[in-house]
């Protein structure tokens, strides 16, 4: 199969790479002047969990395009969240025909996050990966599960396509009947977390203070009025955060979840990207239904984020 990652970020490379392993053509879209700037080489200092936990080390060459050809069986895209409304507006148009796994984070509801690209066109997924990229390595991992949503009508032939790519590759899919209520709740995950992220100074930083954790769990039980009121259902996620005793969650967050030596935990400790923007895409919300949200609001405070609140 002939994939086009839509930008170079640390997911794309990641799955590229095993899929690369796996006998597919590989290529990536990136934005004029990144192909330059990037390089044709890429240094890999990951870990693959897919059979066992094996450390993979090595310099990758890539192929970078700063233009998109008609002729790929799939693109997969996997973005920053604010950037997705513009990524779905340019692959509207240059991705014509060819199927699009969104491989993302989203807070709005899905037929509005993708247009003007089509839901007959698209396959909604989340990968099971982290990590980040600094002066041109690669640092993370990603582990066998990825989650894929089950079929709508109309794209069976889709999700088939992204199924036999992923086990080709040995990943294994757990299926998502409710995508939409999926992403919400784990979206809101993200939100509680990147709160105590934005207090510590950086996700590296959370890691050290266990009482964050805890915090983690309060501010995702403030944000369950916004869910109901976007009509979402608690799942695994929601549950785990918001019935645990914030002190015991600590805890379990710190020594089972994050425990040193886990991938979990080094995903977290390579992740370099910028948070907030997911605490003000939820506290937005809150505020056009009238909810308040003084634990995340506070987050807010002496951060650019305050003024567009």
């Known amino acids: 199969m002939k994939i086009l990652f839509f930008g170079r970020g640390v997911i794309s490379t990641q799955y590229a790479w095993a899929f690369e392993q796996a006998g597919h053509t590989v290529e990536f879209y990136v934005r004029k002047g990144r192909k330059e700037t990037f390089g044709s080489r890429i240094e890999l200092e990951m870990w693959d969990a897919r059979k066992g936990k094996k450390l993979i080390k090595e310099s990758w060459n890539v192929k970078l395009h700063e233009e998109i050809l008609p002729n790929y069986d799939l693109i997969i895209m996997s973005v920053n969240t604010e950037q997705l409304p513009e990524a779905a507006q340019f692959l509207s148009t240059a991705a014509g025909n060819t199927p699009v796994l969104i491989f993302n984070n989203i807070w709005q509801d899905l037929k509005s996050s993708i247009a003007p ?11 099971g990966a982290g990590g980040g990229i600094a002066d041109n390595t690669l640092r993370g991992g990603f582990l066998k599960m990825i989650f894929l949503e089950k079929p709508r009508a109309g794209t069976e032939p889709m999700n088939n396509k992204v199924k036999e790519l992923f086990e080709s590759a040995h990943f294994k899919i757990s299926w998502v009947k409710d995508m939409q209520n999926w992403l919400w709740n784990h979206f809101a995950m993200n939100a509680a977390m990147e709160a105590e992220v934005i207090k510590r100074g950086s996700f590296p930083a959370l890691l050290n203070h266990r009482a964050s954790f805890a915090n983690v769990g309060l501010h995702m039980r403030e944000m369950i009025p916004v869910l109901k009121a976007r009509g979402a259902k608690h799942d695994a996620i929601s549950l785990l955060l918001t019935k645990i005793p914030p002190g015991l969650l ?60």
């Open 117 to 127: 690209l089509s839901l007959n066109n698209v396959v909604f997924g989340f990968p």
């Open 250 to 309: 600590g805890i379990l967050f710190n020594k089972v979840i994050f425990a040193k030596g886990s991938l979990a935990r080094l995903f977290v400790e390579y992740n370099n990207s910028k948070a907030g923007f997911a605490v003000l895409e939820v506290v937005r919300e809150a505020k056009k239904a009238g909810i308040p949200l003084p634990r995340l609001t506070t987050a807010f405070e002496n951060t650019e984020y305050a003024k567009e609140i």
